[in-house]
């Protein structure tokens, strides 16, 4: 069962009450590492213009003591998803005799990458269009030298007369004469050693440019739920999912169904003391 539940029960209703002093303490407990700060930054033109950003080492600061006040908890690793969706959270989990009780802690960002605002990228894009300007004449020189010499392979060979559908047939049915003309191909770009030299400066120059790039971390501090986790929206979530364990012997299978009605005193008392722990641990990271 999710947590925030819509049981109409007293103790379902007792459970949403602890999840919004939960949401309210990891809202305000957090905030402060969500801090940001305005920089500089390069845009693809070479315009500088502002941005601000926050430390998601600073988030990670948090979870570390978040995680070691939770003494009746056990807490996995702290977590750091990259790509289209950028996360960074933390997972406990608590085992009664007969639930199981589960908590997410996590925050969705958006990275953009931008370029350090030093005059050397201007530079070093002044020299990769210089190189490409270069490049793409001795390149056309490279193709019309290629295309003549597997014209004239072909004339040798009697069959520069074929449809290119016959062509293709028969180059499919002749590895030694496509084997040939691979060599011929090979022997004219030898007469341009240039273009090997220019390929690796371009690489040369991309690696010097990439290390030029830096991240910009934003987020929205607000709380969002699963679903909005689910769509990419940026913020910060938290859940509880309580679930029936199938064989009491067993802490691995479990059912998603809680019965409040049916769960007894003790299971509820010590249900609540975890809850309030979580809320306490929260609140002494605002000290």
């Known amino acids: 069962m999710r947590i925030p539940n819509k049981e109409d029960d007293d103790f379902g209703k007792k459970l ?13 407990g957090i905030r402060p590492s969500l801090t940001t700060t305005e920089i500089n930054v390069m845009l693809q033109d070479g315009s500088v213009t502002k941005s601000t950003t926050f430390d998601p080492q600073s988030v990670i600061g948090f979870y570390r003591s978040f995680l070691r006040d939770l003494k009746n908890w056990n807490v996995g690793d702290i977590q750091e998803t990259t790509g289209e969706l950028n996360r960074t959270y933390c997972q406990i989990l608590a085992n009664l ?68 559908g016959d062509l293709f047939e028969r180059l499919l049915q002749n590895q030694e004469l496509i084997g040939k003309l691979e060599d ?25 440019l990439d290390n030029l790039i830096m991240k910009v971390y934003q987020i929205s501090p607000n709380l969002i739920d699963y679903n909005r986790l689910m769509q990419g929206e940026e913020g910060l979530v938290v859940y509880f999912d309580i679930e029936t364990k ?31 722990e979580i809320i306490v641990a929260l609140n002494n990271q605002r000290r």
């Open 16 to 28: 949403n009450g602890f999840f919004d002093e939960i949401q309210d303490a990891y809202l305000q």
């Open 97 to 164: 005799d007969n639930y199981t009780i589960k908590g997410y802690f996590g925050i969705q960002f958006n990275v953009l990458p931008y370029y350090k605002p030093d005059k050397q990228v201007i530079q070093i894009q002044k020299e990769l269009l210089d190189l490409s300007a270069k490049n793409s004449s001795t390149l056309e020189s490279v193709a019309n030298t290629g295309n003549n010499t597997i014209k004239q392979e072909l004339k040798n060979m009697s069959l520069d007369d074929l449809e290119f």
């Open 184 to 208: 011929k191909i090979k022997s004219v770009e030898k007469l341009y050693p240039e273009l090997d030299g220019a390929e690796k400066k371009k690489n040369s120059l991309i690696y010097e």
């Open 246 to 276: 199938v064989n009491a012997k067993s802490k691995n299978i479990s059912n998603k169904s809680v019965n409040f009605g049916r769960m007894k005193s003790p299971a509820k008392k010590r249900i609540s003391e975890l809850f309030k």
